[in-house]
């Protein structure tokens, strides 16, 4: 049976149409993935879905009451005992980005509603939390519309992906894998199609063409022929005039009746060639030593530090609230800790994108760190689909994702050869983060990522750091080298409690009294 229900459904922002959605259902227990490019309506929709906006047009049919996990990560509602325990929580006021958002997911898994609409909960929980989240979500007994950047929660949680684009809206029965998968091969059918339908317009009027010019290059009648012969010369061209002209008009017609092929619209995709200009010859390009850091009683790190090798890609990981971010700051600080390499230019991507003005526009907060002329400057922003007029918007205006951007846009047009990125993945859409993480699995200089995505840590990370109990651990191998020694180390941890548990078993049986035999 359907719990919600729309139809005819239309939304605009200004004078821009968001989308036109002539029909769609939720089922029970559904697990809805909704997909787009940043600015497509993924937000909108979801409000409009559980009642906090209303559309311009159609009507949406609810059958039952839903949970709603915003963006914003304030709470709809109380979490109950269960929920907090399951997520770290213990009811006390939450400080964190973190334990907001764990909070807020907890508020709305306690309400047992049958519709569950959830935007971004990942953002801001730390790998743990999202791997929390991805079991409650399996566990849920309802549907659930989910909005996010992690493809490993996409994945391994929906079995339908709504993708909102061109104003539009498809549904894809499938994993968010197999709708990528069908999407290229659809794009890849469309490009196809609209190269087969150039090549033979063009060369069907390549051939009328050629038919006009033998029709005007045929010669009248010489002066010195006779009547008759002239006669006849002109009856003949006009006979094979005729015959091209008739030729030309059946090839024009078959050119207008032909089924126009659109070019298939280009993905958003960063292009520029970031690479280290100015390699760095030390062997470790940056270095950070005997970091110790207390709040009160409480100490984050004792004596904590890391290297970071010269061209090496570096995933650091830790729970939330571990001193990550902290970490970060003394390496950009230049603190008494840190010790940089010579030649060594750092770019840094903060996680709120701090080091944006939000009172200049976005073409003057590129430029100002980067020696680029303001023409290559505006084809990175084009590359990330900032273009036009839209490069003079102030910061303020712009949403989480295009901030992300504008970010983006400053390291690619600076000269730097160490880029420290602080959660880069949050805020924007799935195909700036695919584009992203092509740009820097090719990257050449030396790259330390703080991230919560799985997919991207297993795409890009040739080392990892695990921050945890105040210290910092390397494990010098990727994701799946980790994890393969962590069911290494599982597996004997396995074998002894099945032996303890059968060791006990056969202590209860042998002290069990036994039946009296005759």
């Given at each position: 049976?359907?719990?919600?229900?729309?139809?005819?459904?239309?939304?605009?922002?200004?004078?821009?149409?968001?989308?036109?959605?002539?029909?769609?259902?939720?089922?029970?227990?559904?697990?809805?993935?909704?997909?787009?490019?940043?600015?497509?309506?993924?937000?909108?929709?979801?409000?409009?879905?559980?009642?906090?906006?209303?559309?311009?047009?159609?009507?949406?049919?609810?059958?039952?009451?839903?949970?709603?996990?915003?963006?914003?990560?304030?709470?709809?509602?109380?979490?109950?005992?269960?929920?907090?325990?399951?997520?770290?929580?213990?009811?006390?006021?939450?400080?964190?980005?973190?334990?907001?958002?764990?909070?807020?997911?907890?508020?709305?898994?306690?309400?047992?509603?049958?519709?569950?609409?959830?935007?971004?909960?990942?953002?801001?929980?730390?790998?743990?939390?999202?791997?929390?989240?991805?079991?409650?979500?399996?566990?849920?007994?309802?549907?659930?519309?989910?909005?996010?950047?992690?493809?490993?929660?996409?994945?391994?949680?929906?079995?339908t992906i709504w993708a909102l684009e061109e104003g539009g809206l498809r549904v894809f029965p499938g994993s968010y894998s197999e709708w990528l998968a069908q999407r290229d091969r659809e794009r890849a059918?469309?490009?196809?199609?609209?190269?087969?339908?150039?090549?033979?317009?063009?060369?069907?009027?390549?051939?009328?063409?050629?038919?006009?010019?033998?029709?005007?290059?045929?010669?009248?009648?010489?002066?010195?022929?006779?009547?008759?012969?002239?006669?006849?010369?002109?009856?003949?061209?006009?006979?094979?005039?005729?015959?091209?002209?008739?030729?030309?008009?059946?090839?024009?017609?078959?050119?207008?009746?032909?089924?126009?092929?659109?070019?298939?619209?280009?993905?958003?995709?960063?292009?520029?060639?970031?690479?280290?200009?100015?390699?760095?010859?030390?062997?470790?390009?940056?270095?950070?030593?005997?970091?110790?850091?207390?709040?009160?009683?409480?100490?984050?790190?004792?004596?904590?530090?890391?290297?970071?090798?010269?061209?090496?890609?570096?995933?650091?990981?830790?729970?939330?609230?571990?001193?990550?971010?902290?970490?970060?700051?003394?390496?950009?600080?230049?603190?008494?800790?840190?010790?940089?390499?010579?030649?060594?230019?750092?770019?840094?991507?903060?996680?709120?994108?701090?080091?944006?003005?939000?009172?200049?526009?976005?073409?003057?907060?590129?430029?100002?760190?980067?020696?680029?002329?303001?023409?290559?400057?505006?084809?990175?922003?084009?590359?990330?689909?900032?273009?036009?007029?839209?490069?003079?918007?102030?910061?303020?205006?712009?949403?989480?994702?295009?901030?992300?951007?504008?970010?983006?846009?400053?390291?690619?047009?600076?000269?730097?050869?160490?880029?420290?990125?602080?959660?880069?993945?949050?805020?924007?859409?799935?195909?700036?983060?695919?584009?992203?993480?092509?740009?820097?699995?090719?990257?050449?200089?030396?790259?330390?990522?703080?991230?919560?995505?799985?997919?991207?840590?297993?795409?890009?990370?040739?080392?990892?750091?695990?921050?945890?109990?105040?210290?910092?651990?390397?494990?010098?191998?990727?994701?799946?080298?980790?994890?393969?020694?962590?069911?290494?180390?599982?597996?004997?941890?396995?074998?002894?409690?099945?032996?303890?548990?059968?060791?006990?078993?056969?202590?209860?049986?042998?002290?069990?009294?036994?039946?009296?035999?005759?």
């Amino acid at each position: 049976m359907f719990l919600l229900q729309l139809s005819q459904l239309s939304k605009a922002f200004g004078t821009r149409n968001l989308f036109e959605i002539p029909q769609l259902e939720i089922q029970d227990g559904e697990r809805i993935g909704l997909v787009g490019p940043n600015g497509a309506g993924k937000t909108t929709l979801l409000e409009l879905l559980y009642g906090i906006q209303q559309p311009d047009a159609g009507i949406i049919d609810r059958r039952c009451e839903i949970a709603y996990i915003p963006q914003s990560g304030d709470s709809d509602g109380r979490a109950d005992g269960q929920f907090l325990r399951s997520f770290s929580l213990n009811g006390s006021a939450c400080r964190s980005g973190g334990e907001r958002t764990r909070l807020a997911i907890a508020a709305a898994f306690s309400q047992h509603k049958p519709l569950l609409l959830a935007d971004e909960p990942t953002t801001n929980l730390d790998w743990q939390g999202v791997e929390l989240l991805q079991q409650q979500l399996l566990r849920y007994q309802g549907a659930a519309v989910l909005v996010s950047h992690d493809r490993t929660l996409l994945d391994g949680v929906c079995n339908t992906i709504w993708a909102l684009e061109e104003g539009g809206l498809r549904v894809f029965p499938g994993s968010y894998s197999e709708w990528l998968a069908q999407r290229d091969r659809e794009r890849a059918f469309m490009q196809f199609e609209y190269e087969q339908y150039r090549e033979e317009k063009a060369r069907l009027q390549q051939e009328v063409v050629h038919l006009r010019e033998q029709m005007r290059g045929m010669r009248k009648a010489p002066k010195r022929m006779g009547n008759s012969e002239a006669r006849l010369h002109k009856g003949t061209r006009t006979i094979s005039q005729g015959k091209l002209g008739r030729r030309a008009a059946t090839l024009c017609n078959r050119i207008d009746q032909m089924e126009p092929k659109e070019r298939p619209q280009d993905l958003p995709q960063v292009r520029m060639a970031l690479g280290a200009a100015h390699p760095v010859a030390a062997k470790v390009a940056a270095r950070l030593e005997a970091v110790t850091v207390r709040y009160g009683r409480h100490t984050v790190l004792q004596n904590a530090g890391f290297c970071l090798p010269t061209g090496s890609h570096t995933v650091m990981l830790g729970k939330n609230g571990a001193g990550k971010s902290t970490l970060l700051k003394c390496l950009l600080e230049d603190t008494e800790h840190a010790r940089l390499a010579n030649g060594v230019k750092l770019g840094y991507f903060a996680q709120h994108h701090e080091l944006l003005d939000p009172a200049r526009t976005i073409l003057e907060n590129v430029r100002e760190s980067s020696a680029l002329p303001e023409h290559e400057v505006r084809t990175i922003l084009a590359n990330l689909y900032l273009a036009g007029d839209a490069v003079f918007k102030p910061v303020s205006v712009l949403s989480g994702g295009e901030r992300a951007k504008v970010a983006f846009a400053k390291l690619l047009a600076s000269d730097c050869n160490l880029l420290v990125l602080d959660e880069p993945t949050n805020h924007i859409d799935l195909y700036t983060v695919e584009a992203l993480e092509q740009l820097l699995s090719s990257w050449k200089g030396t790259l330390l990522v703080v991230t919560h995505d799985r997919r991207l840590t297993e795409r890009l990370a040739q080392r990892l750091l695990f921050v945890e109990d105040g210290a910092v651990r390397s494990f010098e191998g990727d994701w799946q080298d980790w994890q393969s020694q962590q069911q290494r180390k599982q597996k004997p941890a396995d074998e002894m409690a099945q032996l303890i548990e059968q060791m006990r078993r056969a202590a209860d049986a042998y002290q069990s009294p036994r039946p009296f035999s005759t």
